[in-house]
């Protein structure tokens, strides 16, 4: 969570809610700062926050949890990334009601219009279009071709590919966190890490059973994992990872008959 007021907390706080490279690259916690500064210069008090939507957080409901734990009894959430997500307001509303009813928040929480709707977004283009000279857009025929770096082309030896879902959804239900269990119990076992038996993990965006979600899929086993908790995680690396003897119990979906192993070759 980026909070740009020093202490004591305010109780009011904006949360610019964006879409998350994976290294923050949309300058979010710079237009927080900017923002905040404008509140100061009018007197005002308030926090500004910045939560994201997907791939690594903070997710919404976590910092909305730091909010409140710091004094803040209203929050204003403001879809801040461009062009905005038309999927948010037909499933963020009723999420956000439910982290509320769940968690038994106080603290009013409220949905803003997307940043984008109060800007003439055709009028920014057009004095981008008309206001570059050409050495600002030099021609890309002036830039030498590449398509990568040359270790790209090589595929790293492993036997299994695990895909978690970080879309919106699944990041709402705390996804973030499960995966960086995943990768910290991973690193204890040697055999996960190098050779046949190697995993290689990958965040993904949406995998659709949205209301099953946290989810992950391991492939070549084509195996399904909903409902994630760390101790879930923990049997999938011991049991399916390690072992090859899934836990049925947890198993969403399977594509092949469960404690059938993949075609990758096991050590």
């Known amino acids: 969570m980026t909070q740009t007021q020093a202490n004591p907390p305010s109780r009011r706080a904006i949360v610019l809610y964006g879409r998350a490279s994976f290294d923050h690259g949309q300058a979010l ?3 927080a700062t900017a923002l905040a500064g404008r509140h100061t210069a009018r007197g005002e008090t308030v926090t500004v926050a910045t939560a994201y939507a997907d791939l690594s957080g903070p997710a919404l409901p976590g910092v909305l949890a730091d909010l409140e734990r710091d004094g803040v009894t209203e929050a204003l959430v403001i879809p801040a990334m461009v062009p905005a997500d038309p999927s948010l307001s037909e499933w963020l509303p009723g999420a956000l009601s439910h982290w509320a009813a769940t968690s038994g928040t106080a603290m009013a929480v409220r949905l803003a219009p997307p940043v984008e709707s109060a800007l003439d977004l055709p009028a920014a283009l057009d004095r981008i279009a008309g206001g570059l000279s050409d050495s600002i857009a030099k021609d ?7 398509l990568g770096k040359p270790g790209w082309s090589a595929i790293p030896e492993h036997g299994r590919q695990v895909f978690v879902c970080v879309g919106a959804r ?4 705390g996804a973030e966190p499960l995966y960086q269990h995943l990768r910290t119990v991973m690193k204890g076992h040697r055999a996960l890490n190098a050779g046949p ?17 946290p989810l992950l899929v391991v492939q070549p086993d084509a195996v399904w994992y909903g409902d994630l908790t760390p101790a879930k995680i923990d049997r999938i ?10 836990e049925t119990a947890d198993i969403l979906h399977s594509n092949r008959p469960v404690g059938q192993a993949g075609d990758a070759p096991m050590g």
């Not at 890309?140 to 590449?146: A, D, K, L, M």
């Not at 990958?202 to 949205?210: G, K, N």
């Not at 690396?237 to 899934?246: I, K």
């Open 140 to 146: 890309v025929r002036e830039t030498e071709p590449s």
């Open 170 to 173: 699944c990041l709402h239900r």
């Open 197 to 213: 038996r190697r995993v290689m993990c990958a965040r993904t965006s949406c995998l659709y059973p949205c209301n099953r979600g």
């Open 237 to 246: 690396v011991t049991g399916l990872l390690l072992s090859d003897t899934p």
């Open 29 to 31: 916690k710079a237009l």
